[in-house]
């Protein structure tokens, strides 16, 4: 079926590092991607948001990259600090309709070392 | 302009009892998402609103669980007699225009069920 899927669990870096988190996603009639970042006890909160007729978007300290050709969307943060430390979300809806829905995969941990 | 608002942020219930989640949305947002959390996992849909009608309500369960979100008044998912498996946390997203705009997330409401 389809999914939306991360390819590890975890990642640790160097605090001052550059961090890339990927995922996949099956569904090629995905029109619409979100990074959502998840800290303890709290709501996922919006990073950054792609649409399929782009490739590449950029916000503060994050850059989301989409490969439509291998289904591929990935989120990097540069100069990773301590505060970016959480689990990070990515999500898709597929063009089906103007009411489709938020899916989402089931998260990465980001740790950052100091 | 405050965010997604929900309340209560922990809910302790006993089996059979009744639970009822509240979210108010942003302040211009017409449209709710319910997503239901389990440890160590992703954002599971369960139901999608506009203004007094339901969109999708296909991650629902068919008994026992309800939702609403009236004319007047915060969105309510409302869990009758709930049992263990209800335990998780339950999060509120609201938008402006529908799925394919930012979603914004409240805090979230911890169910516990004992």
């Known amino acids: 079926g389809e999914s939306v899927g991360l390819h590890l669990p975890t990642l640790s870096v160097q605090e001052g590092d550059n961090s890339i988190i990927n995922c996949a996603y099956s569904n090629s009639a995905s029109d619409y991607f979100i990074w959502y970042k998840q800290e303890s006890g709290k709501g996922p909160q919006f990073i950054i948001d792609?649409?399929?007729?782009?490739d590449k978007r950029q916000g503060q300290r994050v850059t989301v990259l989409l490969n439509k050709t291998v289904k591929h969307l990935s989120l990097q943060i540069a100069a990773t600090q301590p505060g970016d430390s959480a689990v990070y979300f990515c999500a898709e809806i597929p063009h089906t309709g103007a009411n489709s829905k938020l899916t989402f995969g089931k998260g990465i941990t980001l740790s950052v070392r100091p | 302009n405050a965010g997604v608002m929900q309340n209560p942020r922990h809910l302790v219930r006993r089996r059979g009892q009744e639970a009822r989640l509240r979210c108010s949305p942003m302040k211009g947002h017409s449209h709710v998402y319910w997503y239901r959390q389990l440890p160590e996992e992703g954002l599971k849909f369960m139901v999608y609103l506009q203004k007094e009608n339901i969109i999708d309500e296909s991650g629902m369960p068919k008994e026992r669980f309800s939702a609403e979100f009236p004319k007047e008044g915060p969105s309510i998912l409302r869990i009758q007699q709930v049992v263990r498996g209800d335990s998780a946390a339950y999060f509120c997203a609201s938008s402006p225009q529908g799925a394919r705009t930012e979603a914004f997330f409240g805090q979230g409401t911890r169910l516990t069920v004992v």
């Open positions: 792609i649409r399929s007729n782009m």
